[in-house]
């Protein structure tokens, strides 16, 4: 797919949260996925899948068939703190708990592997991953930690904000401000 064919051409999109709703923070992209899909209204060509928790191999099945995917995930790195994020492409992906599954492969093998297969797969260059810093993601709890909880709408803002630039929806800001405008009335 080209990407600068105009506006008349249909870029296949999936949206997808990974991640756990009971693991804690690990919920985060699940929680992301539903709070740009609350507010980003009808895209053509955009599918939201607001809860993945598949890995591996299994993912090939989830992301086929699509020319560009946006990943909302979790990352546990203990260098930044909970609640800053991070965003890469396919090209340079860092591996996060739900992107790498110790008993199966990580997500750049998978994708390297269907390609090889010849499934049709987004190029990595179109595969935008957003992950942010978690402090608990082993915890059976359906509630976030307190950190993440109180600055979740901070950095849903932003990442909400690339994702519209990435959908060429102009100025992400422009898109909230209008959203909130038709929550208002």
């Known amino acids: 797919m080209n990407f600068d064919e105009g506006v008349d051409a249909l870029v296949k999109t999936l949206l997808v949260g990974m991640g756990n709703p009971i693991l804690c923070d690990d919920a985060v992209g699940i929680r992301l996925a539903h709070y740009v899909n609350s507010r980003i209204g009808q895209v053509p060509g955009l599918t939201v899948l607001e809860e993945c928790s598949v890995g591996g191999l299994n993912i090939l099945e989830v992301v086929a068939d699509y020319d560009r995917v946006i990943v909302l995930d979790s990352i546990k790195t203990t260098i930044s703190r909970p609640g800053y994020w991070y965003r890469f492409s396919a090209e340079s992906l860092l591996e996060t708990m739900n992107l790498n599954n110790i008993h199966d492969t990580n997500f ?44 979740f709408l901070k950095y849903a803002a932003e990442i909400y904000s690339e994702i519209a630039e990435i959908l060429g929806l102009g100025s992400g800001s422009d898109c909230a401000s209008q959203s909130d405008k038709n929550t208002n009335n």
């Open 108 to 151: 750049a093998t998978a994708l390297a592997l269907g390609r090889r297969l010849g499934i049709a797969l987004p190029e990595d260059k179109h595969i935008h991953v957003f992950a942010v810093e978690v402090l608990d993601n082993i915890t059976f709890k359906d509630q976030m930690t307190e950190t993440l909880e109180q600055h």
